[in-house]
């Protein structure tokens, strides 16, 4: 029998060039079926003349603005002069979350080659990032290639297959029934932090440790009743097909009031308040309180304004799902997943504000009903592939949920690697959630280090990156055996001082200067080695 030798692959789109690879993939195929003779490749400074970026502009791949810690004027800043696209990225609030469902890079590009027209996703950078990407849109729509990229069309079609399969997209959600919760937290403390149990069956979904869940809350009725009530309006108002109350309960979001409420109101009033709207309208503060107010406070602050309410509704944005790191393992308990959820409420003025996803599973959710949902798949946040190799992990207060996940899912699967935990809290007496659990994977040999760290119990503040510090030598004795380091929890303050204390143990115990130690930590972000979900 001949042999048929099959085709060279056809590479007619370097891999420079600004698309990703199944972008690269289709428009190769349909250049080649263009050409009798075999092409010849160009290079990559013709590939990058031939198929320039959204803003013409060429550049290096480097993002140095992609630090959750940077304010977004410092972001811009570093982003000056760069690709349009990549001034997007720097907008975005580099937490590569996926609560958009892309990662920041992803996200800008789509936003760049006009396959993604929504510029409100980035719930983590919020009004500062839906401004500067309106901006920035709008010399999108003047630059001379405004017209939308033949790339679009096969990334269109790689997004339609994914959204087909409920429970993978934050656009096709699946329905997941909650199970139980249980308070972590003991009497004294002051925090307020539940573990919630779902039920997958029937939802068709599964996850590897280090995704996320989507959580689709509804706003809570009373604080619905209310805005009503400021509207003097009727809660069956017809209003996009269903009565007001419903579409106020479950598809806009009521924090915080966007700018085009603001417009909204500058357009139905006259004199000082229109003045004040229009202002607010723009981002400025003329008052001082613009970061305090939701929809509800905007509607107390114009009293006298009372808009219709379809226009009310059309000018509030789409309710946005909430993402929190999976505390569960699927090999380890196939078809349930668990959650590890801060309970946000807090009081500005005499008026008591909730947290919108938190407060929805603790307490207005009940056992055996349903909620929309989905799985966000993780943007380099997972176990080692090998799985001896050890982990270090450090996850104060609800940080330590994917660590739990990590833990069960090593031990279901039988992973030999050692691991350490890191785990602080404000005391140890009421604060110390799963701790029968992670004692007893100690006493088992699957947890080789258990290291705390109690903010309150003492007279001096004490943080996990303090004990870090204290168990320096060791922590350094573990990274030169190629064990990879994990983060979870705040990105503004807690991530920043654990990457400060991380840079200090290498210089300290691996005898570099501070420079040195901060290429050496960089170095292990590039090979995978230090991972982050921080929010």
Not at 57 to 77: C, F, N, S, V, Y
Not at 443 to 448: D, E, I, Y
Request: with cysteine.
């Amino acid at each position: 029998m001949n042999q048929i030798t099959p085709p060279p692959k056809i590479e007619i789109i370097p891999p420079s060039a600004p698309f990703s690879e199944a972008q690269r993939s289709w428009l190769n195929g349909f250049f080649a079926g263009l050409l009798s003779d075999a092409p010849t490749p160009l290079s990559p400074e013709q590939g990058a003349a031939l198929v320039p970026s959204p803003a013409g502009d060429a550049d290096d791949g480097e993002a140095p603005w992609h630090d959750q810690t940077l304010p977004i004027a410092e972001r811009m800043k570093l982003a000056q002069g760069r690709p349009l696209r990549q001034r997007m990225m720097a907008a975005m609030a580099q937490q590569d979350c996926g609560q958009c469902g892309y990662n920041c890079h992803d996200y800008s590009e789509a936003i760049a080659s006009k396959a993604e027209a929504r510029l409100n996703l980035c719930v983590p950078g919020g009004k500062e990032t839906a401004r500067m990407l309106k901006t920035l849109h709008e010399e999108l729509e003047k630059s001379p290639g405004a017209a939308s990229s033949p790339a679009a069309a096969p990334a269109a079609n790689v997004a339609a297959a994914q959204l087909a399969e409920p429970g993978r997209s934050r656009d096709n959600p699946a329905a997941a029934t909650l199970v139980s919760r249980r308070l972590l937290n003991k009497a004294g403390s002051e925090k307020e932090t539940w573990h919630i149990d779902f039920d997958l069956a029937g939802s068709g979904l599964d996850y590897v440790v280090g995704d996320s869940f989507g959580i689709f809350a509804r706003n809570e009725l009373g604080h619905v009743d209310q805005i009503i009530a400021l509207l003097g309006a009727s809660h069956t108002t017809r209003v996009r097909g269903r009565t007001l109350r419903e579409v106020l309960a479950d598809e806009v979001s009521l924090s915080p009031a966007p700018d085009s409420l603001f417009e909204l109101i500058s357009f139905i009033t006259g004199g000082a308040q229109r003045e004040k709207a229009r202002a607010l309208a723009q981002g400025d503060n003329p008052d001082g309180d613009a970061a305090t107010l939701d929809v509800m406070a905007a509607l107390q602050k114009f009293s006298g304004v009372r808009p219709h309410p379809e226009a009310f509704v059309e000018a509030l944005e789409p309710l946005q799902p909430r993402l929190y790191s999976i505390s569960s393992s699927h090999n380890a308990t196939p078809g349930k997943l668990s959650l590890t959820v801060d309970c946000v409420r807090y009081v500005i003025g005499k008026r008591k504000r909730l947290g919108l996803a938190s407060t929805f599973l603790a307490e207005r959710i009940q056992p055996g009903e349903q909620v929309k949902v989905y799985v966000q798949k993780a943007h380099g946040f997972a176990l080692p592939q090998d799985p001896k190799v050890p982990i270090i992990m450090i996850g104060p207060g609800t940080g330590v949920a994917p660590f739990r996940a990590f833990l069960l899912d090593r031990k279901a699967t039988g992973a030999t690697g050692k691991n350490w935990l890191f785990f602080g809290h404000q005391r140890s007496g009421c604060d110390f959630f799963y701790g029968e659990e992670l004692n007893a994977m100690k006493t088992a040999g699957l947890l080789t280090r258990l290291s705390l760290a109690w903010s309150r119990d003492g007279d001096k503040k004490f943080y996990v990156q303090d004990r870090m510090r204290e168990v320096g030598r060791e922590l350094w004795s573990w990274l030169a055996e190629g064990a990879h380091v994990y983060i979870c929890g705040d990105a503004k303050r807690m991530a920043k001082d654990v990457e400060r204390a991380l840079v200090d143990i290498v210089a300290q115990h691996g005898a570099r200067s501070t420079d040195e130690a901060v290429i050496f930590v960089g170095e292990l972000k590039k090979k995978g080695r230090f991972q982050q979900d921080v929010y």
